[in-house]
């Protein structure tokens, strides 16, 4: 069974850049699923944030498109997440999981790490 | 663009059958999944495609879908089900993306 495994800073400052970091083991990235990002505020529901391939093709929710980008690593088996001009509304524990493909379903998600959004 | 709607809350008396519902557009074309979450948790997949549970899912746990509809069944929940239950679905419309449902808080009593 793969596991993954957030990291990186728990306090964003607002306008600046939100960087996370999830480790892969157990498996490899290129093993042809997708790798996703999901976020989810303090008593709130979970929201996909968006999803790479390890041939570096993405997907984004609509909603984040403009503020997201998702990148691969498959030299260190891992895969990143950057969010730009966060404000508190983006304070959250930020999941990564991996997504099985038709039927599609995340078989495996990292235990989560809360970002707040704060100066 | 689409969404997914699931009853925010929902009880069930311990042993007894219940119920959560999703609905949605996608539905029409992509199999939902059901995710169960217990507090400071991460979701736990419990239910995919047709009615699949991955290893370790107690049997009480099973999946249907009809139309636009998926739903999830306990058949004679246990105090441990009390969770949150999320259903997801790929909505493929224009770029690819995975919804989620609001999530139904299920109360045992």
């Known amino acids: 069974q793969v596991q993954l495994q957030e990291s990186g800073p728990g306090l964003v400052k607002p306008a600046g850049t939100l960087s996370l970091t999830c480790a892969v083991s157990?498996?490899?990235?290129?093993?042809?699923?997708?790798w996703s990002w999901v976020r989810q505020p303090p008593g709130k529901g979970l929201e996909w944030i968006g999803e790479?391939?390890?041939?570096?093709?993405?997907n984004y929710n609509p909603s984040l498109k403009s503020r997201v980008t998702i990148s691969v690593d498959k030299s260190k088996n891992q895969f990143s997440l950057k969010l730009s001009s966060v404000t508190a509304a983006d304070t959250a524990v930020y999941y990564c999981?991996?997504?099985?493909?038709?039927?599609?379903?995340?078989?495996?998600w990292g235990q989560g790490t809360l970002v707040t959004v704060s100066s | 663009s689409s969404e997914l709607t699931q009853d925010p809350a929902v009880s069930v008396a311990l042993g007894q059958t219940v119920r959560i519902t999703c609905q949605g557009d996608?539905?029409?074309?992509?199999?939902s999944s059901w995710y169960q979450q217990k507090p400071g948790q991460a979701p736990v997949l419990v239910i995919y495609?047709?009615?699949n549970r991955p290893s370790g899912i107690p049997d009480r746990f099973s999946g249907s879908s009809s139309g636009n509809t998926a739903s999830l069944t306990i058949t004679g929940a246990q105090a441990e089900d009390e969770a949150d239950y999320y259903c997801?679905?790929?909505?493929?419309?224009?770029?690819?993306?995975?919804?989620f449902g609001g999530g139904t808080k299920l109360t045992v009593l």
């Open positions: 999981a991996k997504m099985i493909a038709a039927p599609y379903y995340f078989d495996s």
């Open positions: 157990g498996g490899s990235i290129s093993s042809g699923n997708w």
């Open positions: 790479i391939f390890h041939s570096g093709s993405t």
């Open positions: 996608s539905l029409r074309s992509y199999y």
């Open positions: 495609g047709k009615n």
């Open positions: 997801d679905c790929r909505d493929s419309s224009g770029d690819p993306y995975v919804l």
